[in-house]
């Protein structure tokens, strides 16, 4: 093992550059996701004849299959039928695809949990179906849904080293070229990047239970 | 249409990986219990050092990448002298992830039995782990049933980071296949509808156990 | 902010298929009518479609090329540069087409992703030791030769392995890039051997490295590269195919491929070709 030869500072330099791509690809993903598992959610949760049906079914599809066959899916089989992306693009739909699909079942969990009392006590004083839903139930939800949901971004963040399968150049990417090098870098550099993602995302995962305290 | 030829004419491949991808499942699933009881019993026990590597463990192990763990195993270890094939260094891998989340469903499951439990069996002259394996952690399995199961989806999904080390499962298989035949979409098709042979009878097993537990309550 | 680049992109190409459409409609009434004028315009027209505009008008020359194989294109993590035979050829071509060499893009390829890549226009052309097959021929139109090499295995410095009949063994195992050309050789070639195949040679040969395999095989020449970078594996001197290396260009641009061959004639004329090649492989190139 050679930590001294692995931990050249150009090599740091470069692994830094890798994880500027991870945090990237992961926080464009995960506002997308946001957006999009919050929408789905909401419109599962009411239930909408046939609107709901067809999502679940995608829902459920998605959530069953592995994150790295959407990857392989996006990158290599899209372009088949005529949907060109380069490989940062790829990257972000199927993770935008499968975390979207992840994130609406704990949006839909969340508003279940809100109890059904509240929502016939709001409707009774005169607000309609949609007021009730923006203004009582979502806000609510949306505070007991902040734990899954921070743990659902760390998931991502693991999530984004599954682009190493398209050359991403992320933060694995990067790893596997200096480990390319020489084998006594592999232990030394596969310990610092470990680091790298631990720290970040147990920073996340304490922010995380702050909140759940200040909240429940 | 989608073209059933391709399907047909690699059948046994196709059938050869996900033979792979449900014992390196199965595999990683037996050892991952083991290990992650281990550490949730570890997490709570009344010996302050144990409770740290527990603690280490779980909270390492589970921010970081599986496919991190996984190179470890394939290309870390053989630097130190350690090697494994790719199968059983995926499979390796596999279980030390999943062993930090079942370590924390596990964990979950043994503090949500009341606390008054395992104070009456200790003061019946039970040790402490005669009381963990006869009062307290039989009525944990039962409320760590469900998410147990979706920890095991997790794992058949998660299972397809063998493809990326040549550890002979389905996405493997279904990688190499497309590869040849320079037909991708209704390669991955198929791989799709393998792995959903796989999880989704699993998930609606689990949203019945929900279910029921949650109507016995 | 993203998503609107993909929408914006995506927009573009309808409109860029739209125009083409018309374009194609306008052009062929236009030549009923024959005269000299309409036939300048025509071209004029087609031109701008092709990739050779493209390529002059963004100013840069975009390029697949391997950032993981010692000697052809390699990505040197200490400087960040990417180094080899084909980037000097990527170079090269980006002077004849635009005066400068370093108007140039390169973008990683691997064997699987190369062709995906270029017919998704995320690339010009591929320069990655890219084998001209039949099969292939029918997805991307390919160069003159560029490289000739020939498949070889790669192995442990005191392994008594010498050649093929060597590896048509049962428990022996064999690793290899998955896309590859090598890959359906060995497979024919050596049937007993397990084959295993890896996202990339850099994967492969850090498994060869790790022991999980008794050889990597592939091109004498990607093998030279990587005897060079580890001394503790040598090259076996048997090789058991040719594989010639063409630079593989969208199928249809004709255009873009006639100053690439040009190019390529021109080196090889000059004696530019024998020095890059020298500087690389460290010999004359064979005759």
Known sequence: MDFIGAYAPAHLKFLLEGFAVTLKVAFISILFSFAIGIVIGVLRYSRIPFVSHILAIGVETIRNLPLLLIIFFTYFALPEIGFKLDKFYAAILALVIFESAMLSEIVRSGLNSIEKGQIEAARSSGLTYTQTLWHIVLPQALRRMVPPIVGQFISLLKDTSLAVVIALPELMNHAQIINGRNVNYVIPIFLLVAIMYFIVNYSLSLISRRLEHKHL | ?217 | ?287
């Open chain 2, 1 to 217: 249409m989608l073209n059933y030829s391709i399907l047909i004419e690699h059948w046994d491949m196709y059938t050869q990986g996900f033979a792979n991808t449900l014992k390196a499942s199965v595999l990683a699933l037996i050892g991952s219990l083991a290990i992650g009881t281990v550490m949730a019993v570890f997490r709570i026990a009344p010996i302050r050092p144990l409770n740290w590597i527990g603690a280490a463990y779980v909270e390492f192990i589970r921010n970081i990448p599986l496919i991190l763990i996984v190179f470890v195993f394939f290309v870390g270890l053989p630097a130190i002298g350690i090697r494994f094939d790719s199968f059983t260094a995926g499979t390796l891998g596999l279980t030390v992830y999943t062993a930090a989340f079942i370590a924390e469903v596990i964990r979950a499951g043994i503090l949500s039995v009341p606390k008054g439990q395992m104070e009456a069996a200790r003061s019946s002259g039970l040790t402490y782990l005669q009381a963990m394996w006869y009062i307290i952690l039989p009525q944990a399995i039962k409320i760590v049933i469900p998410p147990m199961g979706n920890q095991f989806i997790n794992l058949v999904k998660n299972s397809s980071v063998l493809g990326v080390i040549a550890g002979l499962d389905l996405m493997y298989f279904g990688d190499l296949i497309s590869s040849e035949t320079f037909v991708t979409f209704d390669v991955y098709i198929f791989v799709a509808i393998f792995y959903l042979l796989l999880t989704i009878p699993l998930s609606l097993g689990v949203g019945a156990l929900e279910r029921r537990l949650a109507r016995s309550r």
């Open chain 3, 1 to 287: 902010m993203k998503l609107k680049n993909i929408w914006r992109k995506m927009m573009g190409l309808g409109l860029v298929a739209m125009l083409s459409a018309t374009a194609l409609v306008g052009c062929s009434s236009e030549t009923t009518t024959g005269s000299k004028e309409n036939e300048t315009k025509k071209t004029e027209k087609q031109a701008s479609e092709s990739t050779l505009d493209k390529i002059k008008e963004r100013g840069k020359f975009v390029v697949g090329v391997k950032y993981d194989l010692n000697l052809f294109g390699l990505k040197n993590p200490q400087t960040g540069e990417v180094e080899g035979f084909d980037i000097d050829i990527a170079k090269g071509l980006a002077k004849k087409i635009l005066g400068d060499e370093n108007k140039i893009e390169l973008k990683e390829v691997t064997s699987k992703t190369r062709i995906p890549m270029l017919n998704n226009g995320e690339i010009d052309a591929i320069i990655a030791t890219m084998t001209i097959t039949e099969e292939r021929k029918k997805e991307v139109d390919f160069s003159d030769v560029y490289f000739m090499a020939g498949q070889s295995l790669l192995v442990k410095k005191d392994s008594n392995i010498n050649g093929i009949a060597d590896v048509n063994k049962k428990g022996v195992t064999v690793l290899t890039a998955k896309g590859s050309t090598s890959a359906q050789n060995i497979r024919a070639k050596a049937p007993e051997a397990t084959v295993l195949e890896f996202e990339n040679y850099a994967e492969a040969f850090t498994a060869l490295k790790a022991g999980q395999g008794d050889a990597l095989t592939t091109d004498n020449a990607l093998l030279f590269g990587m005897a060079k970078q580890d001394p503790n594996f040598r090259v076996v001197d048997e090789t058991f195919s040719e594989e010639p290396y063409g630079i593989a260009v969208r199928k249809g641009d004709k255009e873009l491929l006639d100053v690439i061959n040009e190019y390529l004639k021109e080196i090889k004329a000059n004696g530019e070709y024998d020095k890059i090649y020298e500087k690389w492989i460290g010999e004359k190139p064979k005759q």
